[in-house]
Every structure is written in C-alpha cells, then in structure tokens.
C-alpha cells in the first residue's frame, strides 16, 4: 500500500523523521534546519509513503526530489537520500508545553512510531537532531 502525504522528510543515520502540519505550519523550515546539522532530505512538502513489513518507508516524488523550500529565498537544492524506515514524526500543528512530557505517539499503515509536538524554541531542531542519532535518556 503507498500514498503520498502533505508532509516533509528527513533522514539521519537511515532513520526517517516525518514532520506533519498545516500548510505554514513551518514543515519545511524544520526539515531545512535539520539538514544543516546533516540529515539529508528525503522529501519536501509531499512525501510518499509505502507500508513494508520492517515499517513504513517515506520515499519523494521524483519530480521534486531534492528540492526544499526555503521561504523568502526560494527552492534550494539539498543532500538527499532516496528513502528512509521512518522512527519518528513532528506534528507541527501541535505546541508540547510540557517541560518533560509524556510519551506520544503516532500509528500510520499499522505501525506505531513516537509522535513529538512542536516546541516553540531555537533548541527544537538540535534536540531532533540529537534524538535521531542518539535516542531518549532512560533517566
């Protein structure tokens, strides 16, 4: 099973972080921030994904493969990879006021994947970062 979301993607380590919202909702900008430290780019806007028995892989549309938007400067081109098992997702439309919140998460095509909201601070894409490559404390 595949479908195309409106969503964007990024991938560190082999490891997929789908970021979800509203148009404007800052998807992009969270995806170009994280592509900054290296992750590289799965997708921009559109992302599809396709159901597999070790989980849900996003890949991008060839037409837009590479391309992300960064508002006020255009489309910029960025490092990619052709598709990640995603492990994560980021509701943009959502704000997590909780300092140290409850765990959250996400099912889509069967499986179940942490779910984060948006924290409203300049540390929010480095604490993704650090999530992906290093995972949670079990303090």
């Known amino acids: 099973m595949e479908q195309i979301v409106h969503a964007s993607c990024v991938s560190v ?3 997929g972080l789908l970021i979800i919202g509203a148009s404007g909702s800052g998807k992009s900008a969270l995806a170009l921030q994280l ?3 290296g ?3 799965i997708a921009d806007d559109r992302t599809n994904l396709t159901n597999t028995e070790e989980g849900v892989v996003a890949s991008s549309p060839p037409a837009i493969r590479g391309s992300i938007e960064a508002r006020g400067m255009g489309i910029l081109q960025a490092p990619t990879a052709d598709s ?3 492990r994560y997702v980021v509701k943009m439309d959502e704000v997590e006021n909780q300092r140290l919140p409850d765990e959250k998460n996400l099912t ?3 499986h179940t994947y942490p779910l984060f909201y948006r924290v409203e601070g300049i540390h929010f894409a480095a604490s993704l970062w650090l999530l992906m490559r290093h995972g949670r ?3």
């Open 137 to 139: 404390s079990t303090l």
């Open 13 to 15: 380590d082999g490891k």
């Open 35 to 37: 592509v900054t430290f």
């Open 84 to 86: 990640a098992v995603l």
């Open 39 to 41: 992750a590289d780019l």
């Open 108 to 110: 889509l095509m069967g």
